[in-house]
């Protein structure tokens, strides 16, 4: 404060997650089916549902690509969830830490607007949770906007063991 800054609420919010014994168990949205990006394959499907996940019509096909072309990308922890008429409604990337491979995080996550409140977001974050575990990690961090950001009730409800 002294310097000239001064307090402005919370910046964020990481929530971390323990893998041992988690309840890895959803139920996917009738008519829905999950599928790895890799295999599901349509780019103008996923920029879409990232563009109205985050109201961000910026949202381009190279930076999809960018980001799965970073290293440490595994494409079996890029998930997309799709509607009968294999449009892409909700999606999420899971990380594993690069010095840390017990450690991952996933980043980014959205669900298209009129499929909110569908269990999406969970099943994701369950399915994501199930395939780092598989992979040796046994701690997941997510991280969001401050309150009053809605994503910060999914996120609550995937029983975190700390918040800071």
């Avoid at 920029?47 to 999809?64: C, I, M, T, W």
């Avoid at 010095?99 to 499929?115: A, F, K, L, Q, V």
């Avoid at 910060?152 to 800071?164: A, C, F, G, W």
């Amino acid at each position: 404060m002294a310097a000239g800054f001064r307090e402005d609420g919370r910046e964020s919010n990481v929530r971390t997650y323990t893998l041992r014994q988690y309840d890895f168990s959803y139920d996917l949205m009738p008519g829905c089916r999950m599928l790895s990006f890799q295999e599901y394959g349509d780019d103008d499907s996923r920029v879409k549902v990232a563009e109205d996940a985050f109201g961000n019509q910026s949202y381009s096909k190279p930076r999809l690509r960018f980001l799965q072309n970073s290293p440490g990308y595994q494409p079996e922890l890029d998930l997309v969830v799709v509607n009968l008429q294999s449009d892409s409604v909700a999606y999420c990337m899971g990380w594993t830490e690069e010095n840390h491979p017990t450690s991952g995080y996933i980043e980014p996550m959205g669900t298209r607007t009129d499929y909110r409140r569908k269990g999406l977001g969970t099943t994701l974050a369950k399915e994501c949770f199930r395939r780092l575990y598989g992979m040796g990690v046994v701690q997941v961090s997510i991280a969001s906007a401050p309150e009053p950001d809605s994503s910060n009730i999914l996120y609550e409800s995937l029983n975190p063991v700390s918040t800071k």
